[in-house]
Nanobody
Framework: QVQLVESGGGLVQAGESLRLSCAASGTNLRLRFMAWHRQAPGKQRELVAAVTSVGDTNYAASVKGRFTISRDDTPNTVSLQMNDLKPEDTAVYYC?????????WGPGTQVTVSS
């Protein structure tokens, strides 16, 4: 079993920045990929960004150039640096990974961007 815990959410104004972190426990092996998804009220959950164990990244078009995902020195920790935040970035952000065919999700952290 892999457990994921997110941190770093909060309330900011448009144009400001936030950094989210996610730490995975329950495995000693480097996870093949880690990702951030988000879900706004009344909308489907969507992929925001993902990073593989070798550092390859993928971003949603809506955040490219503003958000940066990175694997930290701690083997199974991932961060999401979010710059120039917009009100439409308001959502619950979830950390996600997959191990041995099973998806794992964190409980989520709220990000609210006021205009």
């Amino acid at each position: 079993q892999v457990q994921l815990v997110e941190s770093g959410g909060g309330l900011v104004q448009a144009g400001e920045s936030l950094r989210l972190s996610c730490a995975a426990s329950g495995t000693n092996l480097r996870l093949r990929f880690m990702a951030w998804h988000r879900q706004a009220p009344g909308k489907q959950r969507e992929l925001v960004a993902a990073v593989t164990s070798v550092g390859d990244t993928n971003y949603a078009a809506s955040v490219k150039g503003r958000f940066t995902i990175s694997r930290d020195d701690t083997p199974n920790t991932v961060s999401l640096q979010m710059n120039d935040l917009k009100p439409e970035d308001t959502a619950v952000y979830y950390c996600n990974t997959n191990r041995l065919g099973s998806d794992y999700w964190g409980p989520g952290t709220q990000v609210t961007v006021s205009s």
